[in-house]
């Protein structure tokens, strides 16, 4: 399965998720992570946040870009 996730890492409320509908009725995820981008930390919050919110292990769940 795809998602949309819109990541806004440095945030000062974390972890915290919203959703929207695009025009083409896909849901976007909204995900803000308290993690700075740097060295991977904010990547490895929002894998570690999905995993949780989804309930999968966090070796299935991939960022492709």
């Not at 819109?6 to 993690?35: A, N």
């Not at 740097?38 to 960022?63: E, R």
Request: aromatic residues 10%; without cysteine.
């Amino acid at each position: 399965m795809r998602i949309s996730v819109i990541m806004h890492p440095g945030s000062k409320k974390w972890p915290l998720l919203t959703e929207e509908v695009d025009m083409w009725w896909q849901k976007i995820y909204h995900v803000r992570v308290r993690e700075k981008p740097v060295d991977g930390d904010a990547n490895k919050a929002l894998i570690s946040f999905l995993a949780d919110y989804f309930s999968l292990a966090k070796s299935s769940i991939t960022i492709v870009s």
